[in-house]
């Protein structure tokens, strides 16, 4: 399999300009490490509760027990599956300006071998690119075959993170998948469509970003829950990732939230009495919505 | 081993979690059909809640009884017939760890761990319930096997058992256990599941009657070895002390559901011109529900963690599992009240729990039982205290 991954590197048609990684990657094929994936999670305000917002009106309090983001458990079960089928590991990166490990742990109980958790008061209002470049940095160094991400967080709603690492990476990015196959022409993703779906092969590494609800995410076991806690867990700072603190947080956002007003409550709709004529008065609200 | 709180917590939470999702939405469905959850089941298995109770030397996770009693809470929320189908199983092995060989051991709780092996637990009789004096099932001796003739009632997870705890009387007339093993299904050996019960709940999960003609069963199966000789009814009745913890777990689980259903229902419903919760008679019931409810819970608690310390329990597990089945039989009436005519239904899941509510009341010693149990330890305790 290995093998199969460096010719279809170099059969790839996606540019590449990262040259260390690569090198670096190809180096530790050789020595029989399996897949190594890495999935970019993220800890957020458990969606069950009424949210709240911080002093200044403007961001979510965090400063409650987070939980695992839901949309995240797709990716690292689809990470968990790969490195079953394939042999290798699963490592989990998150950015956790508070330091809490909760939602990470769930991660961990469900199999993944490790995870590498950036935590900085400095972090606290980064916007998606200043956590794009954490991530990044912190990816950098964990030096994966394949990055797996959400395709936006339940909190932030972006959308933007994974392709912007997949950018200060230099790596392919491929967006939405259904379906992901380490195969021999390197990695073949079925991408959500709204025709259906495209088949998008590309050479790894390279950054994809998972649609919710395409794989069903394990329960932990209970041997999984009891052996989180001691699994390898690296704390990392902005400092240990080279960053300057200038680049991220409130100082590093280059967008500004200057209202925040909570979503209008839904009108009551429109109740039709079927007269026989029901159908058409369907056919006629779906073409007003233009969705015929 | 003793559970740190917040991974019991965890551990708590992950089944919770699953209840939430995918019991609560299937279980109606499976229980009106009958029909053995088996997907369920699998993800039992795959939580390996059947080796939690395991001891970690032979692979299992040697939970605590107070987490276990949380874990069949939540399961029981559920669905009452989930926990049915652990419990059988955890009574095997509570009865081989604390009093089978070295030998019986290491050959049997390997096997249990994953839920590919499980566990039955047959004591009653058709005329030997309450009264397990009355065992009239036999095992003789023969060419250094033991012979088993006799019938036997009740058998939950009879038939999918690979394992049957059965205690039978030998011939110094006393009453011994064997460590059957069978293969699942209707026929193994001389033993043939003759009759499947029909019950007016606790579903999904077959109960039978199980006949013996002539099965043949090692000697090296007679729990406990050659010491085991006359002591089943004292090695049962030890493991059906904390099985007694676990049919109190189960009663607040099932009345956890009543209430919170019909405290959701009383918000929703509305009669003259408000929601019912709005009727002062309403909102005493659910407080009488949820008082109740709470002093069961800490009584099932309570006796779970003396039995974590070492302390001996009858006395409170006797009536944890007394107060916990009469409170949730209580409890599920109200909720059937609560929701007024459409509790009465097969649409809503409160007349399950009122079909359910009932067996805990019966099964491990009747509560009339219990009440024998706690009477005797009183006077025990006052003669000790002199
Ligand atoms: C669904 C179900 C599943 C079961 N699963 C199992 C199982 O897996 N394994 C197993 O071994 N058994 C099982 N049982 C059997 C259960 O433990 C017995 O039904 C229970 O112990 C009562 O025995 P009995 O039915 O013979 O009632 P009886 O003993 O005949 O009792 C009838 C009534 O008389 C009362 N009574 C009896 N003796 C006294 C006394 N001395 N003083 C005051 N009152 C008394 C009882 O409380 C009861 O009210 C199950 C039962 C049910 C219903």
């Known amino acids: 399999m290995r093998q199969r991954h460096t010719h279809a590197q170099r059969r790839s048609s996606v540019a590449r300009r990262d040259l260390p990684f690569r090198v670096a990657i190809r180096g530790r094929r050789q020595h029989n490490q399996g897949v190594k994936i890495a999935v970019c999670v993220k800890q957020i305000p458990d969606p069950a509760n009424p949210g709240r917002l911080d002093a200044d009106g403007k961001t979510l309090a965090r400063d409650e027990k987070l939980i695992l983001d839901e949309s995240d458990s797709y990716g690292v079960e689809m990470a968990l599956q790969l490195a079953e089928a394939a042999g290798g590991e699963v490592v989990l990166v998150s950015m956790s300006p508070t330091g809490e490990v909760g939602g990470i742990r769930t991660a961990l109980a469900m199999g993944a071998d490790a995870a590498v958790i950036i935590s900085d008061d400095a972090l606290a209002g980064s916007d998606a690119l200043g956590t794009a470049k954490v991530l990044a940095a912190a990816l950098r160094r964990t030096q994966p075959d394949l990055i797996l991400t959400a395709t936006e967080s339940t909190d932030g709603y972006t959308g933007t993170v994974p392709a912007q690492i997949a950018e200060l990476l230099s790596l392919p990015s491929v967006t939405f998948a259904k379906s992901v196959e380490v195969g021999s022409d390197g990695l073949l993703v079925r991408r959500q469509a709204e025709y259906g779906y495209d088949e998008v092969a590309c050479p790894l590494p390279a950054v994809v970003s998972v649609t919710a609800g395409v794989v069903e995410p394990r329960y932990p076991s209970f041997r999984g829950i009891m052996a989180a806690k001691s699994k390898p867990t690296e704390m990392l700072t902005l400092a240990g990732l080279g960053l300057e603190p200038s680049e991220v947080g409130w100082t590093g956002a280059r967008q500004r939230i200057i209202d925040v007003s909570p979503v209008p409550e839904r009108g009551g709709g429109e109740i039709c009495e079927d007269d026989g004529t029901g159908h058409e008065r369907i056919v006629a609200l779906l073409e007003e919505l233009k969705v015929l | ?386």
């Open chain 2, 1 to 386: 081993m003793s559970v740190d709180a917040e991974l019991a917590d965890e551990l708590v939470a992950a089944v919770s979690t699953w209840v939430d999702r995918d019991v609560i939405s299937q279980s109606r469905a499976l229980e009106q059909a009958d029909e053995f959850p088996q997907s369920m089941f699998e993800q039992m298995c795959d939580f390996g809640l059947f080796g939690a109770t395991i001891p970690p030397e032979y692979g299992g996770l040697g939970l605590d009884a107070i987490t276990y009693a949380r874990v069949v809470e939540e399961l029981s929320r559920g669905w009452m017939s989930l926990a049915g189908i652990l419990n059988s199983h955890k009574l095997a092995v509570a009865m081989i760890t604390r009093f089978g060989t070295p030998e019986q051991r290491s050959r049997f709780l390997p096997r249990m761990l994953d839920g590919s092996f499980r566990a039955s637990f047959s004591l009653s009789e058709p005329d030997a319930g309450s009264d397990t004096r009355n065992i009239r099932c036999r095992a003789e001796l023969d060419g250094g096997e033991w012979v088993i003739n006799g019938t036997k009632m009740w058998v939950t997870n009879g038939m999918r058992s690979s394992l049957v705890m059965l205690l039978a009387r030998t011939p110094d007339d006393r009453i011994t256990c064997f460590a059957v093993e069978k293969a699942p299904g209707e026929r193994s050996g001389g033993l043939t599941i003759s009759r499947k019960i029909e019950k007016l709940g606790y579903k999904g999960l077959e109960t039978v009657e199980m006949s013996y003609a002539d099965h043949r069963v090692p000697h090296a199966n007679l729990l406990g070895g050659d010491k085991g000789m006359g002591e089943g009814l004292r090695y049962a009745l030890s493991a059906l002390e904390l099985g007694r913890v676990n049919i109190a777990a189960r009663a607040v689980g099932v009345a956890q559901a009543a209430l919170d259903a019909a405290l959701a229902y009383s918000q929703e419903r509305e009669t003259f011109g408000k929601p019912i919760f709005a009727h002062q008679a309403v909102q005493f019931m659910l407080a009488e529900m949820a008082t109740k409810l709470h002093a069961a819970r800490l009584m099932t608690y309570d006796a779970a963690r003396r039995y974590d310390a070492g302390e001996r329990i009858d006395l409170e597990a006797g009536m944890a599992k007394l107060f916990a089945s009469e409170a949730a039989y209580e409890i599920a009436t109200d909720a059937m009240r609560i929701h007024g005519g459409y509790g009465y239904t097969t649409e809503h899941s409160v007349e399950r729990y009122y079909r359910d509510t009932p067996l805990m009341i019966i099964g491990e010693g009747t509560n009339e039982i219990q009440k024998l149990v706690i009477a005797r330890r009183l006077l025990e305790r006052m003669r000790e205290r002199g």
